[in-house]
């Protein structure tokens, strides 16, 4: 379940997106676990285009901050194949999702991979704190854990944060949140976020960041991407 930080429990419901695909809605906070004009089309465009397709033909790390549904990772392993890349991919999530939710999901069908179902099933079945090799070119770690407690470091060539928005946590967008970011990243190395707020912008520029405003996905207009 996800508690909000007075530990009451929030009431979640399946919708579906504009694309099609589903997501996960906090009625109590009117926030989704991906965005609510295409789950899929916003991991494509922030995650995918705008962040791995940046590095073909490469052995890279990926840190993920809200593994949430396993959409990014089922995403990036299915354009990983596709981009030549070898991936050591670490997942953080400290309320994973039920297994109802996860059944209610219908990514399998909308990115027409039902004959990847198995690596679906994979990616949430695999033990929590273990690293797992799911094929020969991506090995995956979920990492039960809250995102202050992240103390990785120059690790990852590239971060994916996909935390709750700004409006209804902002403690997650922090200076000291992307300090950690900062110290996790290897020099040169990227992190993509859908997010384009100015007080975003301002805390990593802050922590040393060179952060680049981009087309952000449909429905969206802008997106940040930082570089270390």
């Not at 007075?6 to 997501?23: F, M, P, V, Y």
């Not at 009625?27 to 705008?50: L, M, P, R, T």
């Not at 990926?62 to 670490?90: M, P, R, W």
């Not at 709750?164 to 950690?180: A, C, D, H, M, N």
Request: glycine residues 6%.
């Amino acid at each position: 379940m996800l508690y909000n930080l007075k530990k009451h429990i929030l009431e979640r419901e399946i919708i579906h997106t504009q694309d099609g695909s589903t997501t996960i809605h906090i009625k109590e906070w009117n926030e989704c676990y991906h965005s609510k004009h295409g789950a899929i089309q916003e991991a494509k465009h922030v995650f995918i285009k705008n962040g791995l397709a940046l590095f073909p033909n490469q052995s890279i790390s990926i840190l993920e901050i809200g593994f949430g549904t396993g959409l990014n990772t089922f995403i990036t392993y299915l354009e990983a194949q596709k981009l030549g890349q070898t991936i050591d991919y670490v997942g953080v999530e400290a309320y994973p999702i039920s297994e109802h939710e996860l059944q209610s999901m219908n990514y399998l069908e909308e990115l027409d991979a039902l004959d990847l179902k198995d690596i679906f099933d994979k990616i949430h079945s695999t033990n929590w704190e273990e690293k797992n090799d799911l094929s020969e070119t991506f090995s995956l770690t979920k990492r039960k854990q809250f995102f202050e407690e992240i103390d990785d470091i120059e690790k990852f060539d590239l971060i994916y944060f996909d935390a709750f928005g700004y409006r209804v946590q902002p403690e997650l967008w922090s200076t000291s949140i992307f300090e950690k970011m900062y110290k996790a990243l290897k020099p040169n190395s990227l992190l993509v976020t859908y997010a384009a707020r100015g007080v975003v912008k301002r805390s990593m520029i802050e922590v040393g960041f060179t952060v680049e405003k981009l087309a952000g996905p449909p429905g969206k207009r802008e997106m940040f991407r930082a570089r270390k």
